[in-house]
């Protein structure tokens, strides 16, 4: 009888079974709960029915979702506009071999295993107003800033996010975009070089075409960790000041564990859901068309 | 004679005299200079400061130029912080999960790169995307589910999320790490009639096995840094590391000086477990955008 099972049921089952447990079944159940009244502190089980209205009321009214949408948007298209930016410089810069540059690839690790929420927590002592030392150089190389409270400000809390995450993830991207550098074959770069095109022209027409497909990665890859951001704002700015960085993610958060509203959190976290399953299509789309 | 090869060749586009190359080369080490320092230079802060006294920390003029002391780095290990009893924890949850994703992901990862079957794409495709699922959609469930279950601030369900976290990760991880392996090898040991497990076994694993410790290593560090479950489930007994920190913020204020410490604690063992991988870290961290 066992005989009969072919050996890739084997094989997958115990992953397979699992990711659907862990990861298909929670999305389904928030789905039913989105479509529910549920205050957390007032009953024990989900409530009644309300179709879409928890969606409706999201949209409509609910000024604090659509500040956190704005925030969302923000915090994302900078944040991912950034590190691409910085990324693609660093992996040209880094691209030649010389002793400084190997140590610098060594050292591009470094950011992307310490813990995002410890992170948060050191870029606010960096930016204290009294001994941070970040507070300090800002305010030293343009003295108009000195006296700004960055996590007062409602602009600069959101800077300092964006900051904090940048730094998290843009050497982990250089890295990313290094690997893509080193798979372009430098036969095309030679024969535009000797062509007599400049390097300028070198990196527009030839290699940044090739590399498109690796800065398409970046991109989306980026995209969704900054859609799905937590840590580094929570621990940085707590959504601060007022609902100023609040995101998304960090909304869900907040209606579900603060304010106990589950049916509520639940259909905020599938409107954040359906920007990530776009970007999910673009990414598989990208991948596995090679 | 001189002079005319001189100006053939600065009219050649993208020549550059021997002076402005040096320029140039200098501005280049001094943006790389830059880079490194805006890497290294807030990890060393943090890192002085776990051995700074508290007034050392709150003023400047000692920023460099301190007493160093141990003192932070005991504190922490003592009532009421107990990072002891919280790195307990991360150890247990982050090698439990890695204890269990490995096996998982490498059975997986193998049929995924050798076999053929029906629905292959598709279910590779749906273990993929399980990664985009964002954590505020299921951890509504999550919460309410070990709620039911009796297992809100236990360390099991703490490694059955992270597992769930890290599964799709390791699978893609191992199957590129297997996909490299020369069919060949395989091949010849079938022909000598060895059993497919045995051939795993024997022969597939041995030779991934750099790919499989870096996908160890990589979960390690996921399950290790995990924030937003642990802050939802646990309440005081499966507290992790990167919540200990957040313990710190009191009403007297921030606790720099023992945050700095903490975040020592959780940070070196990852930069020492990265940097011991690292070549065949960053190969298979950036192979998946590359490939």
Redesign the interface.
Known sequence: MLRRV???V???T???A??AA??????G??LL?SFRSWKLAQQDTPGQWLGLDNYWNLLSDDTEFLDSVWATLVFVSADVAVTLLLALA?AL??Q?ETR??S????????????????IG??F???LNP??G?GH?LVGWIFPAMADKVWLADTTLAMVAVIAADV?HWA??MT??V???L??IPKETQEAA?ID????W??LRDVTLPQLKP?LG??LI?KT?FA??A??TI??LSNGGPGTSTQT??YF??QT??NYYD?GY??AA??L??AA??V??FF??RL??R? | MQASSTVAQSSIPGYRTPLQERVLQALRQALVLAGISSIVLPILWMMLTAFKLPRDVYSLDSALVFTPTLENLVTIFQHPWNLGSKALNSVLVASGTVLLAVPMATLAAYAFSRLEFRFKKALFLTVIASQFIPGAVVVLPYFLMFKELGMLDTRSALVLINLSIVLPYAVWMIKGFIDAVPIEMEESAMVDGAQRWRVLWEIVVPVALPGIITAAVFSFTLTWNEFLFALILGKQDALTLPLGLIGFRTERGDLWELMAAGGLLITAPMFLLSLLVHRQFIGSLTAGAVR
Do not use: Q
């Open positions: 072919p050996l890739h084997w094989l997958l115990p992953a397979l699992f990711v862990m990861a298909l079944f929670p999305l159940y928030s709960l660093a810069l880094l030649r400084m540059n140590l610098a690839r060594v050292l591009l690790i470094l950011p992307f295993v310490m813990s995002p929420a410890l927590v050191s606010r002592f960096f009294e001994f030392v300090h730094w050497p982990y890295l990313v290094l690997g893509g080193a798979s070089r007599g095109a400049s390097e022209v070198v690796v990665v970046v890859l969704v859609l799905k937590f840590d929570f621990t998304l993610a869900v958060y579900a564990f589950m959190a639940a976290a599938y954040l859901t990530l399953v970007c999910a990414y598989l991948l596995f090679k």
